[in-house]
């Protein structure tokens, strides 16, 4: 099975920096997803890492260390349109070829004034 | 980028009465796709992983007897809860994938609720 484990919640300031980060345990490994889900709503992609280090697309960068079982989100200039949960997503391969993404529980991202 | 539609988006039906929602792919050709239940406040939770003709595989702890799925095509997965009941309220979504693209599409969930 799979573990993956990142905060339950975090809060920052309009304009600031912000770091998510997702640890997570796996066999199989095939990459590293990052969505966004605003309440009620299906999750948006952000990013995908399959290989160690920074992906960077605009405000939001991904960065992923397979040694240590590591990535972490940063977003940065914060707006408040970015209050959401970020859930870190892990691919691994699985019996028959196909390969499975497990979610971590999400992180409630609150940006305030 | 590649698009998943799922109909309906809510849905309210009467305690024992059965439910179908749909999952599309509609740009590519989706060989697996996933069914997820998220309840507020929780991450989604996986139910079942559905290649094209064949049989579904469940996540330990769902029913599927209850939660019939059915992958009859690269583009078209259903869901149907039968005999729903208030607990299976919930916000239902799917996800499509196959080996043309890195990552897997959501469609728009489905919010169920039994009254």
């Known amino acids: 099975g799979q573990n993956i484990d990142q905060p339950t919640e975090m809060t920052a300031t309009e304009g600031a920096i912000v770091q998510i980060n997702c640890t997570y345990q796996?066999?199989?490994?095939?990459?590293l997803f990052w969505y966004q889900q605003h309440a009620g709503e299906a999750p948006t992609f952000l990013s995908y890492?399959?290989?160690?280090g920074l992906e960077e697309k605009g405000r939001f960068s991904s960065f992923l260390s397979r040694s240590k079982g590591y990535s972490y989100l940063l977003l940065k200039e914060l707006q408040m349109k970015d209050s959401a949960s970020y859930l870190c997503?892990?691919?691994?391969?699985?019996?028959?070829?196909?390969?499975?993404?497990?979610f971590g529980r999400g992180t409630s991202l609150i940006v305030h004034p | 980028g590649a698009v998943v539609s799922q109909h309906p988006s809510w849905v309210i039906c009467k305690s024992g009465t059965s439910v179908k929602i749909e999952c599309r792919s509609l740009d590519f050709q989706a060989t697996t796709m996933f069914w997820y239940r998220q309840f507020p406040k929780q991450s989604l939770m996986l139910m079942a992983t559905s290649n094209e003709g064949s049989k579904a595989t469940y996540e330990q702890g769902v029913e599927k007897d209850k939660f019939l799925i059915n992958h009859a095509s690269l583009t078209l997965s259903t869901l149907t809860v039968t005999s729903a009941h208030p607990e299976d309220s919930s916000f239902y979504i799917c996800?499509?994938?196959?080996?043309?693209?890195?990552?897997?599409?959501f469609g728009q969930g489905t919010r169920l609720t039994v009254v």
């Open positions: 890492n399959v290989l160690d």
């Open positions: 796996t066999s199989g490994f095939n990459g």
């Open positions: 997503a892990v691919r691994a391969y699985a019996s028959g070829g196909s390969y499975i993404p497990t």
């Open positions: 996800s499509a994938a196959s080996t043309e693209v890195a990552t897997a599409f």
